[in-house]
């Protein structure tokens, strides 16, 4: 009786570890459904207002060709400054979701890097175009044709930036992305 009674303890005890680990992955799993949401929301959001002032821009173009405004009709259609205003904010809103989602990635990013390598930014919260590849390849996107698409560069310019990358690693190169990938 006595061996039975020290069995059921230890297996009660056993199962109370198990069902406060499950409590904990539970719980782990609410909070990660809440931030997908979350983000989901905000690109939703961000995509909305994006189409609006597309369409905005439509609407000033047609009051120029209807008014006959022909030269400031080709004026804006040659200017590059929407384009570059959105992109801007784009950069700036990638930025920040991502640094919530990953807040350490710089420093961890960092301690992958030789010490005099090492990256400061310039802005608290603003990535540099470097920081914003490794952030992609941490996202799971390692194609640099996308990855150039995505920051608007050249794919010689993204084979370039990651290979300097590797090349300043303090540990393995070959293993530089996968260590990237593992940043939490």
Same mark, same amino acid.
């Given at each position: 009786?006595?061996?039975?009674?020290?069995?059921?303890?230890?297996?009660?005890?056993?199962?109370?570890?198990?069902?406060?680990?499950?409590? #904990?992955?539970?719980? %782990?799993?609410?909070?990660?459904?809440?931030?997908? @949401? &979350?983000?989901? *929301?905000? =690109?939703?959001?961000?995509?909305?207002?994006?189409?609006?002032?597309?369409?905005?821009?439509?609407?000033?173009?047609?009051?120029?060709?209807?008014?006959?405004?022909?030269? #400031?009709?080709?004026? %804006?259609?040659?200017?590059?400054?929407?384009?570059? @205003? &959105?992109?801007? *904010?784009? =950069?700036?809103?990638?930025?920040?979701?991502?640094?919530?989602?990953?807040?350490?990635?710089?420093?961890?990013?960092?301690?992958?890097?030789?010490?005099?390598?090492?990256?400061?930014?310039?802005?608290?919260?603003?990535?540099?175009?470097?920081?914003?590849?490794?952030?992609?390849?941490?996202?799971?996107?390692?194609?640099?044709?996308?990855?150039?698409?995505?920051?608007?560069?050249?794919?010689?310019?993204?084979?370039?930036?990651?290979?300097?990358?590797?090349?300043?690693?303090?540990?393995?190169?070959?293993?530089?992305?996968?260590?990237?990938?593992?940043?939490?």
């Amino acid at each position: 009786v006595r061996m039975t009674n020290e069995k059921l303890k230890a297996l009660n005890e056993e199962l109370t570890d198990f069902n406060t680990r499950l409590s #904990e992955a539970n719980r %782990a799993i609410a909070e990660n459904s809440q931030i997908k @949401e &979350e983000y989901i *929301a905000q =690109y939703m959001d961000q995509c909305s207002v994006y189409i609006e002032k597309l369409d905005g821009y439509r609407r000033s173009l047609n009051k120029l060709l209807n008014a006959g405004k022909t030269d #400031e009709l080709r004026k %804006a259609l040659k200017s590059t400054d929407l384009m570059d @205003e &959105e992109l801007k *904010a784009f =950069y700036k809103n990638f930025d920040t979701t991502f640094l919530k989602l990953f807040p350490d990635f710089v420093e961890q990013f960092n301690a992958l890097l030789v010490p005099e390598e090492r990256i400061t930014l310039k802005k608290e919260g603003q990535l540099n175009t470097q920081l914003r590849i490794f952030a992609l390849v941490r996202l799971g996107i390692t194609d640099s044709v996308k990855i150039a698409q995505f920051l608007r560069y050249s794919v010689t310019t993204i084979y370039n930036y990651r290979t300097k990358t590797r090349n300043k690693s303090a540990g393995p190169r070959a293993e530089f992305e996968d260590e990237v990938m593992k940043i939490m």
